[in-house]
Structure formats: structure tokens, C-alpha cells
């Protein structure tokens, strides 16, 4: 018996729309997958960076540091401030992690790092293996990429 154009459509669109709804949740996983790595913005992890004549915080030079310090986050019990210096003692970065960030690198006082602009933010990893840990996003693009609840 022949099957109909009609009943092939319907069984084309089915399959169609199994597709698209696989799709969307493997988007979905990746985007939260992103969403959950390290991040925070300008104005809440860098403070006070000297390496610019202007102080602006977002002056940071790319290139390699070394960690100078470590202490606690002035009153934010969930950050670790960590103080970084490249060759030129003027070039100096203050960044705040959040605790867990920093209990999993395991840093030290002495560890190579490195600070590396991109168009939405500044990409920080350890020396050693030039892996990116941490990003400070743009404080605009910050705001852009928080998470907002959806309604379907």
C-alpha cells in the first residue's frame, strides 16, 4: 500500500523538528558549559591596576607577570586578591578571584602568569601551561552576558 504525500510530510516535519529540539539542547549544554566557567567583570575583579598613567583599569598591558602577593579580598570573604608585576614595576595588576577559582589553580606567591586583551574582555592564565583560567569580561559585555530567566 502506498504511503501518502501528506502522511510523508508529517513524518518529515516529526523528524525535522526531533532534529532542531537535539540541536537546541546541545546548545544549550555548551552555552551553560561557557556559562559556568570563570568569569567576572572589570569593575569586580580589577583593582587598581598601576600600569596605566590614567589608572584607568582597563589599561592592561598583554604580556607575562608574576604574582607578588596574595591576601584576602577587602570585604568579600569569596575573593582572593591577587597581585601581579610584569618586568616593568610600573605595569602591576590587582585582580580579585573568586575563592574557588583560585583553590583550584593552587597559585602561589612566585608563580608565573599571564594577562592577554581580547576585543570582549582580558584572558588570564598560568605561565606554565598558557591556559586561560579566568576572564574579565568587559564591564558591557558583562551585563550583556548575564543570566536572565526565560519563559516559553
Not at 539542547?25 to 583593582?47: H, K, P, R, T, Y
Not at 607578588?68 to 616593568?88: E, G, K
Not at 583560567?133 to 543570566?147: I, K, N
Amino acid at each position: 500500500m502506498p504511503v501518502s504525500l501528506p502522511f510523508r510530510l508529517i513524518v518529515a516535519a516529526g523528524a525535522l523538528g526531533l532534529s532542531l529540539f537535539a540541536h537546541a539542547e546541545s546548545f544549550a549544554s555548551s552555552a551553560s558549559s561557557a556559562g559556568s566557567a570563570s568569569s567576572g567583570s572589570i569593575s569586580d575583579s580589577l583593582n587598581g591596576s598601576s600600569n596605566s598613567s590614567s589608572g584607568d583599569k582597563r589599561k592592561v598591558a598583554d604580556g607575562e607577570y608574576r604574582i607578588i602577593q596574595i591576601a584576602a579580598t577587602p570585604d568579600r570573604a569569596d575573593r582572593t586578591r591577587i597581585t601581579m608585576q610584569a618586568n616593568d614595576p610600573a605595569q602591576r595588576i590587582v585582580l580579585d578571584l573568586p575563592q574557588t577559582t583560585f583553590d583550584k589553580q593552587q597559585l602561589a606567591v612566585g608563580d608565573a602568569m599571564y594577562a592577554q586583551n581580547r576585543v570582549y574582555g582580558i584572558e588570564f592564565g598560568r605561565g606554565d601551561t598558557h591556559q586561560p583560567f579566568y576572564l574579565v569580561l568587559a564591564d558591557e559585555w558583562y551585563g550583556e552576558l548575564a543570566s536572565r530567566p526565560v519563559s516559553l
